[in-house]
T-cell receptor, first 110, second 114 residues
Framework: DAGVTQSPTHLIKTRGQQVTLRCSPKSGHDTVSWYQQALGQGPQFIFQYYEEEERQRGNFPDRFSGHQFPNYSSELNVNALLLGDSALYLC?????????FGPGTRLTVL | ELKVEQNPLFLSMQEGKNYTIYCNYSTTSDRLYWYRQDPGKSLESLFVLLSNGAVKQEGRLMASLDTKARLSTLHITAAVHDLSATYFCAVDIYSGGGADGLTFGKGTHLIIQP
């Protein structure tokens, strides 16, 4: 039984570019949340996907968008990258009274 | 807006000692989570507390929840070096059931020295 997986592990982009991050939840979990964690800070909630729709959203601009596929995997897309988007991006796989986090994708924007 | 405050933010302690990390939150919530994070790593789930008076223990860590005071504590007993990490508490943003986005505290950076 695979745990939460994310890809890629690391990514380097330049300002203005676009990036796509991917997440596969744990077997049996159908809900995925995405978080951004800047260095030295707590994670910040970006949005949550359930039944292929965005169900909740945190305080992030429209440059951040997502998608969920029929197999419950999810993508996070960030357009027009800014230096401030450099962070660890975490995916949470959500079950009944549990939220397990993937290993994360470290995004560096130059 | 839900706010979650942890204290202390930094804690240096000796092995064998006991200490408590506090987590206060500003509005009613259904669930409170504790996570551990090692440097450069992701979040490891420690505890989920679901009701007033809930207490959970795993090894040298014990977590409790007082929903009336909007306070959770993470108690460390007879600390060992391996417990050095950053500890986060997190609370559901939206109350009323379902699995929701979490609001995290800033974390407590814990260093345990021999």
């Amino acid at each position: 039984d695979a745990g939460v997986t994310q890809s890629p592990t690391h990514l380097i982009k330049t300002r203005g570019q676009q990036v796509t991050l991917r997440c596969s939840p744990k077997s049996g979990h159908d809900t995925v949340s995405w978080y951004q964690q800047a260095l030295g800070q707590g994670p910040q909630f970006i949005f949550q996907y359930y039944e292929e729709e965005e169900r909740q959203r945190g305080n992030f601009p429209d440059r951040f968008s997502g998608h969920q596929f029929p197999n419950y995997s999810s993508e996070l897309n960030v357009n027009a990258l800014l230096l401030g988007d450099s962070a660890l991006y975490l995916c949470a796989s959500i079950g009944y009274n549990e939220q397990f986090f993937g290993p994360g994708t470290r995004l560096t924007v130059l | 807006e839900l706010k979650v405050e942890q204290n202390p933010l930094f804690l240096s302690m000796q092995e064998g000692k006991n200490y408590t990390i506090y987590c206060n939150y500003s509005t009613t919530s259904d669930r409170l989570y504790w996570y551990r994070q090692d440097p450069g790593k992701s979040l490891e789930s420690l505890f989920v507390l679901l009701s007033n008076g809930a207490v959970k223990q795993e090894g040298r860590l014990m977590a409790s929840l007082d929903t009336k005071a909007r306070l959770s504590t993470l108690h460390i007993t007879a600390a060992v070096h391996d417990l050095s990490a950053t500890y986060f508490c997190a609370v559901d943003i939206y109350s009323g059931g379902g699995a929701d986005g979490l609001t995290f505290g800033k974390g407590t950076h814990l260093i345990i020295q021999p």
